[in-house]
Structures are given as structure tokens and as C-alpha cells.
């Protein structure tokens, strides 16, 4: 009997050190997380007026549960640090060549001060021509014809993996861009899976690292690219990736487009009219949570990534 009461006696002792101990952990506000997504407003009836959003016209839900917005902060001016890595395909069909003016132009009206550089698909990995620079000159000195032979990137996705686990800078104010010219077509899972793993993987890195990512479809060389289920899967995976970064995709139909033009102009709107939302949540652990954010004020476009990554307080900005 003395042996059941003294386990009954430290028992009770036990649960009173617990009920003590329990205000620490919730001052210490557990289970929130914070981080930041890019969101394009984009104005309504074609208007050069950029939009106004504050906190009051957001809303937004991670994991389908209310979630706090803390900032909002128009990128532009002294507020913007942008980065764009425009990532090419050398499986692409040499006549990309056609379009090297096009992106001459892109890349020369990015806004001043603006850091830019061309990164090629190669094997697996992203294959930089220059670091990150405001010097044009140097950044489309990289510019070539596309070998146009099949399969040379391996896979897009793994591609922009490893962009973003190695991104060229280490700036946590950067906003950070990539607009990729490929068919979207995975060579090492080659049938069309809604949940291919190494475009999850992308889009998980992506998220991470905090890049927006763009895609303009263009033909890679080879028997599979030309079909039509070959484009299709494509521009499918393309898109998913773009919509969970908070991006665009461009097509047109089942073939090349005939110019970049009107994709770069969009992209270079979409650029004038984007902002910071800063977000804090509950969640069970820091890491990549989906999220679903409104616009109340009724004022313009929303385009908004699906999914974003959140972190303890003093480390909620790229995980690299």
C-alpha cells in the first residue's frame, strides 16, 4: 500500500509540474509560423494606374484555417530588390532563335537596377552564364542557339530544383523571378501524372527558396515532344508549377508561338503590380503549407501562389 501511494503522490506531482510548466509554452505563442508570398494584383479594365492594397482587402487561409496578414507592401521603388533568371531549354528547337530579339528586349527593359541573368537546363542542373547582374551586356552575352538535342535538360523540374536550392544570391529582401522557355515535357516520367514527383519536388523547392516562376511553352527537339499528349502533359505540369509559385503560363494551342512579345509585355505588367503580404499561421511544424488568399476590395486581378513556406519568427524568409 505505501509503495501505491508514493507512485500515486509522484503522479499527482507530475501533473501539477505540467500545469505549471504550461503557460511557458504558450507564451512563447506555439503553433504559429510566419512568412511571405508575392501576390499580383493586376488592374481592372486595362488601367495604367497600378492598384492599392492594404491589409483590410486580404484575406487568407493556410490549410483551410484563418491566417493572419501582418504587412503589405507595394514592390516597387525603394522597396524592390528583383531578381530574374531567365531559364532556357538547349533541347529546344533551334528556330528559338527567331525569338532572341524578343528576349533582348526583356531582358534590357527590366526596370533599373534590376539584377538579371540566363541560366540553361542542362542535365539536371541550371547552368548559369553570368551571376546576378544590372549589367545587360554581360548577362545576354550568353545568349545561343539551342543545340536542339533531345533530352539534353533531363528534366525541367530538376532543373529549376536546382536553381532554386542554389539560387545566385543570398539578399533576403529579394524579390526573386524566373520565367522558364521549355515544353514542360519530364523525360524521367515521361507519361502525364498529375502528381509527377519531380515537378512536386520543383514546386516544393520553389516555394522554399521564394520564387516566382513563369513558363513560356516552347517544342524541345525529339519524336515524343511533337506529339500532342506530349504537349499537353507538358503545358499541364508547366502549369502547375506557375499556379503554386503564384506565376503564369503561356501557350498557344499545340504548336510554337509565332512571338514572345505579348508574353514578355504581360509579364513585365504583372511585375509593375505585385506586392509583399506578410502571413502568420497556425501550423503543426514550419514547411511548405497550401494556401488560398482573396481579394475583397474588388479593385483588380488577383494572382496568388498556392502554396507557401512558413518558418519560426526568426527564420521565416528562403530556406535554401
Same mark, same amino acid.
Given at each position: 500500500?505505501?509503495?501505491?501511494?508514493f507512485?500515486?503522490?509522484?503522479? &499527482?506531482?507530475?501533473v501539477?509540474?505540467?500545469?505549471?510548466?504550461?503557460?511557458?509554452?504558450?507564451?512563447?505563442?506555439?503553433?504559429? /509560423?510566419?512568412?511571405?508570398a508575392?501576390?499580383?494584383?493586376l488592374?481592372?479594365?486595362?488601367s495604367?494606374?497600378?492598384?492599392?492594397?492594404?491589409? %483590410? #482587402?486580404?484575406?487568407?487561409?493556410?490549410?483551410?484555417?484563418? /491566417?493572419?496578414?501582418?504587412?503589405?507592401?507595394?514592390?516597387?521603388?525603394?522597396? #524592390?530588390?528583383?531578381?530574374?533568371?531567365?531559364?532556357?531549354?538547349?533541347?529546344?528547337?533551334?528556330?528559338?532563335?527567331?525569338?532572341? @530579339?524578343?528576349?533582348r528586349?526583356?531582358?534590357?527593359?527590366?526596370? %533599373?537596377g534590376?539584377?538579371?541573368s540566363?541560366?540553361?537546363?542542362?542535365y539536371?542542373?541550371? $547552368?548559369?552564364?553570368?551571376?546576378?547582374?544590372? #549589367?545587360?551586356?554581360?548577362?545576354?552575352? @550568353?545568349l545561343?542557339?539551342?543545340?536542339?538535342?533531345?533530352?539534353?535538360?533531363?528534366?525541367?523540374?530538376?532543373c529549376?530544383s536546382?536553381? !532554386?536550392? $542554389?539560387?545566385?544570391?543570398?539578399?533576403?529582401?529579394?524579390?526573386?523571378?524566373v520565367?522558364?522557355?521549355?515544353?514542360g515535357?519530364?523525360?524521367?516520367?515521361?507519361?502525364?501524372?498529375?502528381q509527377?514527383p519531380?515537378?512536386? !519536388?520543383?514546386?516544393?523547392?520553389?516555394?522554399?527558396?521564394?520564387?516566382?516562376?513563369?513558363s513560356?511553352?516552347?517544342q524541345?527537339?525529339?519524336?515524343?515532344d511533337?506529339?500532342?499528349?506530349?504537349?499537353?502533359?507538358?503545358?499541364?505540369?508547366?502549369?502547375?508549377?506557375?499556379?503554386?509559385?503564384?506565376?503564369?503560363?503561356?501557350?498557344?494551342?499545340m504548336?510554337?508561338?509565332?512571338?514572345f512579345?505579348?508574353?514578355f509585355?504581360?509579364?513585365?505588367?504583372?511585375?509593375?503590380?505585385?506586392?509583399?503580404?506578410?502571413?502568420?499561421?497556425p501550423?503543426?511544424?514550419? @514547411?511548405v503549407?497550401?494556401?488560398?488568399?482573396?481579394?475583397?476590395?474588388?479593385?483588380?486581378?488577383?494572382? /496568388?501562389?498556392q502554396?507557401?513556406?512558413?518558418?519560426? &519568427?526568426?527564420?521565416?524568409?528562403?530556406?535554401?
Amino acid at each position: 500500500m505505501d509503495l501505491l501511494r508514493f507512485k500515486g503522490a509522484s503522479a &499527482a506531482m507530475a501533473v501539477t509540474a505540467a500545469l505549471v510548466l504550461a503557460p511557458m509554452g504558450f507564451a512563447q505563442n506555439e503553433g504559429q /509560423a510566419q512568412g511571405h508570398a508575392v501576390i499580383t494584383v493586376l488592374p481592372d479594365h486595362n488601367s495604367q494606374t497600378a492598384a492599392n492594397v492594404s491589409q %483590410q #482587402d486580404l484575406q487568407v487561409k493556410v490549410n483551410g484555417k484563418d /491566417a493572419t496578414i501582418t504587412n503589405v507592401m507595394p514592390l516597387r521603388n525603394n522597396n #524592390d530588390h528583383l531578381e530574374v533568371v531567365l531559364m532556357l531549354d538547349p533541347s529546344a528547337r533551334t528556330s528559338m532563335a527567331n525569338q532572341f @530579339g524578343e528576349i533582348r528586349n526583356f531582358i534590357n527593359g527590366l526596370p %533599373q537596377g534590376t539584377k538579371a541573368s540566363l541560366a540553361y537546363m542542362e542535365y539536371g542542373t541550371a $547552368h548559369l552564364v553570368s551571376p546576378l547582374t544590372i #549589367d545587360r551586356k554581360a548577362v545576354l552575352n @550568353g545568349l545561343k542557339i539551342p543545340s536542339g538535342m533531345p533530352g539534353q535538360n533531363a528534366s525541367a523540374y530538376i532543373c529549376l530544383s536546382d536553381l !532554386a536550392k $542554389h539560387w545566385p544570391s543570398n539578399d533576403p529582401e529579394a524579390r526573386r523571378i524566373v520565367v522558364m522557355i521549355s515544353d514542360g515535357v519530364d523525360y524521367y516520367d515521361p507519361h502525364f501524372d498529375m502528381q509527377d514527383p519531380y515537378m512536386e !519536388a520543383a514546386i516544393t523547392d520553389s516555394v522554399r527558396a521564394n520564387l516566382v516562376v513563369y513558363s513560356i511553352y516552347w517544342q524541345n527537339r525529339g519524336r515524343f515532344d511533337s506529339t500532342g499528349y506530349a504537349n499537353a502533359s507538358g503545358q499541364n505540369l508547366l502549369q502547375q508549377v506557375t499556379q503554386a509559385t503564384g506565376g503564369n503560363s503561356y501557350w498557344q494551342g499545340m504548336g510554337n508561338p509565332v512571338s514572345f512579345q505579348p508574353y514578355f509585355k504581360d509579364i513585365d505588367k504583372r511585375l509593375q503590380n505585385q506586392f509583399e503580404v506578410g502571413i502568420t499561421a497556425p501550423v503543426s511544424k514550419p @514547411g511548405v503549407d497550401s494556401m488560398k488568399v482573396k481579394l475583397n476590395n474588388g479593385v483588380g486581378k488577383l494572382d /496568388a501562389p498556392q502554396q507557401i513556406y512558413l518558418g519560426h &519568427a526568426n527564420n521565416a524568409g528562403p530556406a535554401m
